[in-house]
């Protein structure tokens, strides 16, 4: 299914012409932004393919490291350009996406195709608790920010800093986990069809859609604030919604397809552990990685992006936990993406 967003890569050239002959920023960005699409697709097949080299256990590293990089690509543009509010909005977005919205279809499709489709109740646990985990570490700085910085300004950037370290030593506790164990906690992999390329041939595309992703990222990134002011609509709700959809939404077919296929345990691996590839290792490397470009991001969340993250890990993990899924739980946690996006629109912000 993937395949089939190949055709957006017309829009490649015309944002990358439109960036030099002067054209609306509206349009350069979303030339931009449907040619990121596909070329994230096929930069997680080049992944994938590359992994397909290597054994299981550094097989699910590589997807488990690579599988959100073309969101931490836009997002590092993000914050060269300042726009650390659109950073912060965009992790939570792609949460709450592959929570809500990936989770919910593939559930709601796979249900309408196969009925009630059963998957392992103990990974699903699993990664509900490290997902439970993730969010505590999100909100924890967000909670006590404010009150540490009315006497240590310093303060609330050392939690933040010291948050992120913590968050990505749990991550690599979960990779050390899947080396011993064999199972994958929280790490998305084996979601594309492999066709057998050459080692040569899956780093040379790997490199090329990265450079790609990373000029029409800069093109995009620039044109973000010409085009929420246009359209009327907040930099937060770009990146709580369209930002995410940009970044993932080819990669996260292969969801659908898993539960079309009746693979609902590794659809939910895809989906879950997304989210917790985004909370533990995408933020937390972004907290680091602000630091060194001199624009510090702090992991400070407001009240309206923490009930959100709440509400959607806790639906999510009620329709994991009994090992079985059917259409209408889809559903349910579709309304409930619908309501929020409906929320955080009308939000002024």
Known sequence: MTKYFNVLLIFAPLAIAGEFLGWSPTIVFWSAALAVIPLA??????????????????????????????????????????????????ITGSILGNLLLVLGLSILLGGVRHGVQKFDRT????????????????GIPSLFSHSIEVNNHAGVEYLSLGTAAVMILIY??????????????????????V?????????A???????????????????VEHTTHALGLSEFFVGIIIVPLIGNVAEHMVAVQAALKNHME???SVSIGSSLQVALFVAPALVFISLLMGNPLTLEFD???????GAAALIAASAAQDGESNWLEGAQLLVVY?????????LPM
Not at 205 to 223: P, R, Y
């Open 338 to 346: 619908v309501i929020i996006g409906l929320a955080f629109f009308y």
């Open 172 to 193: 690599a506790l979960s990779v050390v986990f899947s080396f011993q164990w064999g199972v994958e906690p929280g790490l998305a992999h084996e979601a594309h069809e």
């Open 123 to 138: 990974q699903a646990s699993v990664n509900a608790t490290m997902l439970f985990l993730a969010l505590i570490a999100l």
């Open 266 to 268: 590794l659809s939910m």
């Open 205 to 223: 595309v790997l490199l090329v859609s990265t450079v790609f992703i990373a000029w029409l990222s800069e093109i995009l990134v620039g044109t």
């Open 41 to 90: 697709g096929i930069l997680g097949g080049a992944t994938e393919e590359l992994a397909a080299h290597t054994g299981p256990q550094l097989s699910g590293f590589l997807n488990g490291t690579l599988g959100n990089a073309a969101e931490l690509i836009i997002t590092i543009f993000a914050i060269k350009a300042g726009l650390l509010d659109l950073v912060k909005a965009s």
């Open 303 to 309: 009240q309206f992006e923490l009930v959100a993250l």
């Open 195 to 203: 066709t057998g390329w050459s080692v040569r041939k899956a780093v």
